[in-house]
């Protein structure tokens, strides 16, 4: 049996998530099966790796992303094969509040394109939220969406780290997704109260069609700071055991990868009461009202250090429950079954 992934640009250090999630699986499902990996080029390159189809034999495609699953409907009429797509993220559907460049076309022509890849054999939703998006937008019928977790890399665990004081940090993007703007007003309000040292990292990660905000002028009065605008991913782990406690005031997630991640490693994870975060992996994340709310909660926790070891233990044994081995097992299991008709 020979699998082709239609795959995002596995660069985990620019691409993150996705990323992530493609490179996990592919590892792991090429040690058993016959596998062929065509990437996309860029953001908007998601016809070319469809029609490359045409001229390759396969039992089985699995499009990691919806926009690269949307041709395989057509395709199927010249060949016969199992198509399976994964959806992430509903990020579209909210351009207006996350302040997307050319918000209502990238809106548009997303619907089609997803409601095109929905007609695949398999669809599979990271998370609850996601799937419970799919029902709400398309209507699609919940029996033929399939939950599939990520999982956590063993590589993400606790190490001793040296250090003089409290560290507390932001990463991801500068995106208004991201909300940057809220981990800055936190710091700003911890900085007279505690003597801590304030990271803001993952900046340098961009999309065309997501607006940033402009941190130089956010920063203004903010002390004892450093700004890291990538993180390598061999420095991944170190940079989680750096912090005692990350700022994730993130307004939308498909899933929430790097919760999981940073709380394997022992760090405390704060996200916003309201934020849209799948359940699975908000469970021992400390959510907050707003930037006076966030700094009560880590006072508290700084001053009481019996319940921050208590929490820090509840999460990390959590995240730990999340494995790519589990998430491989269950996709192994759909690719074996006998393709049935819809």
Known sequence: MKIIFLSP????????????YAYEIIKRVEKKFDVEIIERKSEIDVIKPQLQLLSKKFDIVHALSPELGFLLPIIKK???FKSIVTFHDFFPFYYRSLKYRFGKLFYLSTKIIWKMSLLNDVIIANSSLTKLELIKKFGINEKRVKIILEGV???????????????????GNFSYRKRVDIA?????????????????AGGKIKSF?????EIEKLVKGLKNFKIIEKVDEKNIVNFYNYLDFMIFPSMIEGFGLPILEAQACGTIVLIKENALIPKEVSKYAIKFRNAKDAVNKILQLINDKEKWKDIKEKAKKYAKSFTWEKCVNELIKI????NENR
């Open 209 to 213: 069609y997501q607006r940033n905000f």
């Open 335 to 338: 690719y074996s079954e006998k």
């Open 153 to 171: 890399d063993k590589k993400f665990k606790e190490k001793r780290v040296k250090k003089d004081k409290i560290v507390i940090g932001f990463f």
């Open 78 to 80: 010249f060949k016969k």
């Open 9 to 20: 640009k596995i660069n985990i250090e620019n691409v993150k998530g996705l990323a992530r």
């Open 184 to 200: 800055i007003e936190i710091f700003k309000k911890l900085q007279n109260k505690i003597d801590a040292e304030f990271i803001i």
